[in-house]
Nanobody
């Protein structure tokens, strides 16, 4: 498995932006498809965005399409989530996940997770 550490969360006003970063170590990062998920209090962890190992394909939840952008740098072992036009409903703990097999929104396909970073959007 790969070790993941998220950073970049914080408090922002509605309409603002944040950029989350996930640093990977321990295994060959380019072997993994990567994803961002989020979990709000009292809710299930839900899919936000995914990027294939090569960076050539991405996938987004409908709720964030056009506002969030996922990217990766395999040379730096990093995956980013640029979040623009943030809304109060985006408030959650954001988790980075690594999947050695499939690419996409299936949470069960991810076998490594970071500790999460809190994003709070004030109205």
């Amino acid at each position: 498995q790969v070790q993941l550490v998220e950073s970049g969360g914080g408090l922002v006003q509605a309409g603002g932006s944040l950029r989350l970063s996930c640093a990977a170590s321990g295994r060959t990062f380019s072997n993994y498809n990567m994803g961002w998920f989020r979990q709000a209090p009292g809710k299930e962890r839900e899919f936000v965005a995914a990027i294939i190992w090569s960076g050539d394909r991405t996938n987004y939840a409908d709720s964030v399409k056009g506002r969030f952008t996922i990217s990766r740098d395999n040379a730096l072992n990093t995956v980013l989530l640029q979040m623009n036009s943030l809304k109060p409903e985006d408030t959650a703990i954001y988790y980075c996940g690594a999947s050695p097999m499939s690419y996409g929104s299936n949470r069960d396909a991810y076998n490594s997770w970071g500790q999460g970073t809190q994003v709070t959007v004030a109205s």
